[in-house]
């Protein structure tokens, strides 16, 4: 046996002994993995290990589809401004950094979208050490508009700890980073160790999730903490110890750019060989082409792993869609729907020094939704409250703001704006008020300043408030407009008298009619 082949076969042998605990290769952080018996005496009896149609225990079969799916990314993969640093920066610190600020933009944020942010991230704070001398507030504006504001927060809180208690010397393996860095849990810690360090650590993020329930029909809800563990243990084995960081990468892009969550491209997949799931679409399709040409079919092979009340199959309850194909896996719980929330938000603003207009924004409290970011002057309300009720609100919350006593009937109504947060569907119902320039702030509330607009947008504040914005600027574009009135367009002819309506289409008997005397 080939020593590559050994240290599968050994991976997979402490796959199947750690089945009992749950297979994790380290317990989450807060988590005791012993459960007592009832009785309180000896520990509950191992579960028994997961059948080998959800393992990967077949040393040969690892190899080859290890070999397949790198030579696909080195063929295939996307050129990132975060992979190009991994590979040529020689400083392993700014390795390491440039990996995890990458890796933190990426959660929950499309690909795209982060580029541009991180392009700019890197060319103001190439270093920990830039970064550990920046203000939250500079932190703050570069954010504006990525979402998840608290990440870059804890990114710098990190970086400062990095750089005050390590010596500006970044933790070498995954357990370090995990254990000494906040903000970096299991997942990041991989993918920093196994990137910049050559770590043979696996991940597991959403795509890999994706990817190695589809290869091992793992139909069971892939958020549980069992489902969990079973995939990191297989992501553990999976791993090439030759070239970790360049097969994690892989494995996330091929969730990412091939077996993608609806419509995946099965035809291009560099593992499809190895994938349970295709194999049992192309029984399906087999069996279906046989039956339809009458030809005797062989009875399908329908079982998922021939174990009863398996763990990991799709539950009875929720049994093979022919219909979804390989998108049966994965299977989640469904999500909780987003608690509703309404907001009265004013827009106030006063005519500058140089006559353009100027908005008072103030800071939101420092932790918390949103937390330090700047907004419009906001107030929660009550689901069923009245309009005129709003009003009154509102104006009893300005009024504390600019000093003086606000009128509720001289709120506009700008309307609505809907923003949804990942927990929270929240209308913003917005209005406007223009004050004079003598208003003068109160310095014991919250932060507060006037900006003009393109202060506002270079500012630290969330999309929603520059939705907010919007919505007042296209009122405001609509109140300034002229009324489009019925007045007719200069050398024109009124209609009557026997003439034709303007633009329409002549008869051949007018057209052939003798012109008439002036």
Known sequence: MSPARARVAAAAGALRRSSGSGGSAAPPRGRDRKRASPRGGAPAAARAPPPARHLFSDPAEVEALRGNLLSWYDRCKRDLPWRALAATEPDADRRGYAVWVSEIMLQQTQVATVIDYYKRWMQKWPTLQALA????????????????????????????????????????????????????????????????????????????????????????????????????????????????????QALMELGATVCVPKAPLCGECPVKQHCQAWRRVEKELAFASQKLFGKPPPVPDVEDCGVGDCPLCLPATEPWDSSLGVTNFPRKAAKKPPRAMRTATCVLERRGCHGAPEYLIVQRPSSGLLAGLWEFPSLPLAQDLQEKKEREELADHLQAWIGRPVAAKGLQFIGEVIHIFSHIHQTYVVYSLHLDRDVTLDPALSPSRWVTEDEFHASAVSTAMKKVLKAH?????????????????????????????????????AFLRAPTAP
């Not at 810690?189 to 029909?217: E, K, M, P």
């Not at 609509?478 to 019925?486: F, I, L, R, W």
């Open 133 to 248: 001398q920046a203000s939250l507030e500079e932190v703050n504006e570069l954010w504006a508009g990525l979402g998840y504001y608290s990440r870059g927060k804890r990114l710098q809180e990190a970086a400062r700890k990095v750089v005050s208690e390590l010596a500006g010397r970044m933790p070498r393996t995954a357990e370090d980073l995990q254990k000494l860095l906040p903000g970096v849990g299991r997942y990041t810690a991989g993918a920093i160790a196994s990137i910049s360090y050559g770590q043979a650590t696996g991940v597991v993020d959403g795509n890999v999730i994706r990817v190695l329930c589809r290869l091992r029909c793992i139909g069971a809800d892939s958020s549980s903490p069992a489902v969990i563990d079973r995939l990191w243990d297989m992501a553990n084995v999976l791993v090439d110890s030759s070239r970790p960081g360049d097969f994690n």
């Open 473 to 509: 600027e296209k009122q405001r574009r609509k109140e300034s407009s002229p009324v489009k009135g019925s007045k007719r367009k200069r050398g024109t002819k009124a209609q009557g008298a026997g003439s034709a309506c303007p633009g329409a289409q002549l008869s051949l008997r």
